[in-house]
């Protein structure tokens, strides 16, 4: 029997997870369920959100469910520290930041598909005084380990490194600026790293038949990391003749979404772009409520929604938080090892729960969140939950 470790973490990452494990379990999914400490109350106690004892748990087994980090300011991580820990050198990172670097997560697939009568799907006028509801089906690979989100930043930077970035004629616009009044962060791109997400992407597009294959990046103005992405991503599409490549730019690429967004089928970028435009699309079919995400490395994979933490969420009872990006997270595992069959039934699940409209979370109603949603109508988590087993 596989065994999965499941990492709850923060916030409403403590409800959605069981209610996912409810569902692989009604679904017929058979496994071991062993808990990793993750997430903000690690970094309080111990000065670490990622502790190795999880990490050495995913090092064995493979497969991981995660739920929602909390991630705050510099300043905020160390004022709330214990305080045998203060003064002591310990630097906040982001746990999940670290997982994916540490076991090279570096694929991030993340799919925004919409499900027929959700009532948060977008529409459009359509130009003869109606509306339209256009299909979104857009896949987002987003390269995991590099880009912005790498890490490699300063305040304050040290000489040795104030010294290298002025061999750039650019820096001459900064030379007035002392360095205890600068902050840097740094945008690094490798060409193997960024073959591999194109290859992936363009790969995905073959074998589920999209049309298409769109580098969303900006190479008119970061002409080298962006440039890189775009160069390579002509390379490799060569190779796939069937597949159309496309490229925008992701300013442009974020006014589009509420134009044409049926037009698009995978999208590939770096960090955090592919960030930015799989949050827009999640907001075409209806929110963070529905979008979920795999993080895929060579030996380890780790499934998750792209939802934060929502701490304020987390005491309700009854609770009232959308677990249906959790779900469909976990889906993205069953198809990773192999189990088409039962998370094809889930997603259809789900799709004939949000169709009947019958069961629905404060979110798809539309209504501000809070103890006060369940008074005005809106469904509990569980609810959500025992209706989508009910269709298994």
């Not at 930043?153 to 490194?161: A, G, S």
């Not at 290298?164 to 840097?184: N, Q, Y």
């Not at 995978?266 to 529905?290: H, K, P, R, T, Y």
Request: net charge neutral.
């Amino acid at each position: 029997m596989r065994t999965i470790v499941a990492m709850p973490g923060d916030g409403i990452g403590k409800v959605v997870l069981p209610e996912a494990i409810r569902v692989l379990e009604a679904a017929g999914f058979k496994a071991n369920y062993v808990h990793g400490d993750i997430g903000w109350d690690f970094w309080i106690k111990e000065g670490n959100a990622l502790p190795k004892r999880t990490l050495d748990l995913l090092e064995e087994h493979k497969i991981g469910l995660f739920g929602a980090i909390t991630s705050k300011p510099k300043d905020d991580a160390v004022r709330e520290l214990a305080a045998e820990l203060k003064d002591k050198g310990y630097v906040y990172f982001s746990p999940i930041v670290g997982m994916r670097q540490h076991f090279n997560l570096d694929i991030c697939t993340r799919p925004c598909k919409s499900f027929e009568g959700n009532p948060l799907n977008f529409i459009r006028k359509n130009g003869k005084g109606g509306f339209e509801e256009p299909l979104v089906d857009a896949v987002i690979f987003r390269q995991n380990t590099e880009g912005m989100y790498g890490g490699i930043e300063w305040t304050n930077p040290p000489k040795i490194v104030r010294d290298a970035l002025e061999t750039h004629p650019k820096m001459k616009g900064f030379a007035h600026v002392k360095s205890e009044d600068m902050a840097i962060s740094t945008r690094i791109v490798s060409r193997q790293a960024t073959e591999r997400i194109i290859r992936a992407a363009f790969e995905y597009a073959k074998t589920f038949g999209y049309k298409n294959v769109t580098v969303c990046e900006k190479p008119n103005v970061l002409r080298e990391t962006s440039g890189m992405f775009l160069k390579i991503g002509r390379q490799v599409g060569k190779e796939y003749p069937d597949i159309s490549l496309w490229d925008t730019n992701i300013d442009a690429q974020m006014m589009w979404l509420t134009k044409n967004p049926e037009d698009y089928g995978v999208l590939v970028s770096e960090n955090m772009f592919g960030d930015i435009v799989s949050d827009g699309f999640a907001g075409l079919i209806g929110g963070l409520g529905f979008a979920c995400s795999a993080n895929i490395g060579d030996t380890v994979a780790v499934f998750e929604p792209t939802h934060g933490s929502a701490p304020k969420y987390e005491n309700l009872n009854p609770s009232i938080v959308n677990p249906i990006a959790m779900i469909l997270s976990a889906c993205m595992m069953l198809d990773h090892i192999g189990e088409i069959e039962k998370s094809n039934r889930i997603r259809k699940a789900i799709g004939e729960v949000v169709l009947e409209g019958k069961v629905k979370t404060y979110d798809m109603m539309k209504i501000r969140g809070g103890a006060q949603a369940i008074s005005r109508g809106a469904n509990t988590t569980q609810q959500l939950t025992d209706a989508i087993i009910s269709k298994l």
